[in-house]
C-alpha cells in the first residue's frame, strides 16, 4: 500500500431504503477520500446524506430497511464492504473509531465511568490476541483521562456518569474513541448537544488530539464554522451526493457550486449581511427525486441542462464542483 495512498477511500457509494412509500435512493455514489494525517470534513444540511455515509463506513447501518447497493469503501487499501464481518468487526474500535454527538446518551448511566473504559480496552484486546490485567488496563484508562484533559482521573474513573458535566462527558467519549490508538477517527457533530462555550473547548481539544497523535479525521456536521477551524479539506453534500469539494481555505475563498455558496450567505456574518431567510424549497423526497442535478428546484441558475445529472468538473487544481456552470465548454 502506498503512503501516499488515502486512509479511507469510498468510490460511488449508493445506499437506498425500503420505504412504504417505495424505495428511497438516500445515496447517490458518494466519493471521497481521507487521507493519513488529515482532517477532512463533510458538510451539508440535515438530511443530505452525511450520517448514512459515516454508518455505513462504520458498519452500523441497519441491513434491513437499508441496503449498500454499490461502491467500495476502502480502508487501508481493503474493501471493508467484501471483507468477512468478523474482520470487519475487528477494525471498529480500533483502527477507525467514532466520536458520538450526544455525550448524555452514549454512556450507560448504570456503569462507573472506569468501568466502561476499561471494557472497551478489554474487548480490544481480546481481538487483538492482547493478555492485559487489570491494573494495566486501569492504567491505560487513567492515561487516557489525562489525555483528554480531566483533571482527577481516580475520582472520575470511579464515577457515575451523572456524576458529571456534559463537557466532562464529552471529553469521556473522545477518550473511548481515543482508548486503542486508531488511525481513523469519525467525528458526528461533536459538542453539538452542549453550550456553545463548552462546545468550542470540546473541538479544540479533538484538534489538540488529532495533531498531537496525527490521526485521519473524518468530521461530519452542518457548521460551516467547525468546518473552517477543523479540517483541511471539506466535501459538501446535497440529496445523497458530493456536490463540491476543495482544500477548506479555498472553498471559502471560491465557493464555486450555487449550494455551497447559498449555504455560505446563510452564516451570520458580523456587519449583518446574511441570508437569514435561509435556501428556499427544501430537500427532495428521496423515493421521488427530481431528474439530473437534485438541486435544481432550489437553483437560480437552473436550465434545461441541468434536468441531466452533472459529472464533477475540475474548478482549479484539488477542487470540483459537480455543476453544469463549471463545465469546461461553458467557459469557451
Ligand atoms: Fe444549478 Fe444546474 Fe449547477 Fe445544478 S447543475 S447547481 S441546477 S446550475
Known amino acids: 500500500m502506498p503512503d501516499d495512498a488515502p486512509l479511507l477511500s469510498v468510490r460511488d457509494l449508493r445506499v437506498s431504503f425500503r420505504t412504504f412509500d417505495g424505495q428511497a435512493d438516500v445515496l447517490q455514489g458518494v466519493n471521497l477520500d481521507v487521507p493519513r494525517g488529515i482532517r477532512v470534513g463533510l458538510v451539508g444540511e440535515s438530511g443530505c446524506g452525511k450520517s448514512v455515509t459515516m454508518k455505513t463506513i462504520m458498519g452500523t447501518l441497519a441491513t434491513p430497511p437499508a441496503r449498500v447497493t454499490h461502491g467500495q469503501i476502502m480502508f487501508d487499501g481493503q474493501d471493508l464492504l467484501t471483507m468477512p464481518a468478523a474482520r470487519r468487526n475487528r477494525l471498529k474500535g480500533t483502527d477507525m473509531s467514532m466520536v458520538f454527538q450526544d455525550p448524555t446518551t452514549s454512556l450507560n448511566p448504570v456503569f462507573r465511568v472506569g468501568h466502561q473504559m ?3 480496552v478489554r474487548w480490544s484486546d481480546r481481538r487483538r490476541g492482547i493478555q492485559r490485567n487489570h491494573k494495566a488496563r ?3 484508562v487513567l ?40 488511525r481513523l477517527l ?3 457533530e461533536p459538542g453539538t448537544a452542549l453550550d456553545v462555550t463548552t462546545q468550542d473547548e470540546i473541538l479544540r481539544l479533538m484538534d489538540d488530539l488529532v495533531r498531537e497523535e496525527g490521526l485521519s479525521l473524518l468530521m461530519i ?3 460551516l464554522g467547525v468546518v473552517r477551524q477543523m479540517t483541511d479539506h471539506v466535501y459538501v453534500m446535497y440529496a445523497g451526493s458530493v456536490v463540491e469539494d476543495s482544500p477548506t481555505a479555498e472553498l471559502f475563498d471560491n465557493p464555486s457550486h450555487p449550494y455551497t455558496k447559498a449555504l455560505l450567505a446563510c ?5 449583518g449581511t446574511a441570508t437569514y431567510e435561509g435556501i428556499g424549497g427544501s430537500l427532495p423526497d428521496y423515493t421521488d427525486p427530481p431528474a439530473g442535478c437534485r438541486f435544481h ?7 434545461d441542462r441541468c434536468l441531466t445529472r452533472p459529472p464533477a468538473f475540475t ?9 453544469w456552470l463549471h463545465e469546461p465548454e461553458a467557459h469557451a
Do not use: W
Request: aromatic residues 2%; hydrophobic residues 40%; proline residues 8%.
Open 267 to 271: 452564516v451570520p456574518k458580523l456587519d
Open 138 to 140: 486501569k492504567a491505560r
Open 315 to 323: 474548478v482549479r487544481p484539488g477542487h470540483t464542483a459537480a455543476c
Open 221 to 223: 456536521t452542518h457548521n
Open 297 to 303: 428546484p432550489r437553483c437560480p441558475h437552473a436550465t
Open 143 to 182: 492515561e487516557v483521562l489525562e489525555m483528554v484533559r480531566l483533571a482527577d482521573g481516580e475520582r472520575i474513573y470511579d464515577a457515575f456518569p451523572i456524576q458529571l458535566s456534559g463537557g466532562m462527558r464529552q471529553r469521556i467519549i473522545i477518550g473511548m474513541a481515543l482508548l486503542n490508538e486508531p
Open 118 to 120: 476499561e471494557d472497551i
Open 186 to 188: 469519525i467525528a458526528d
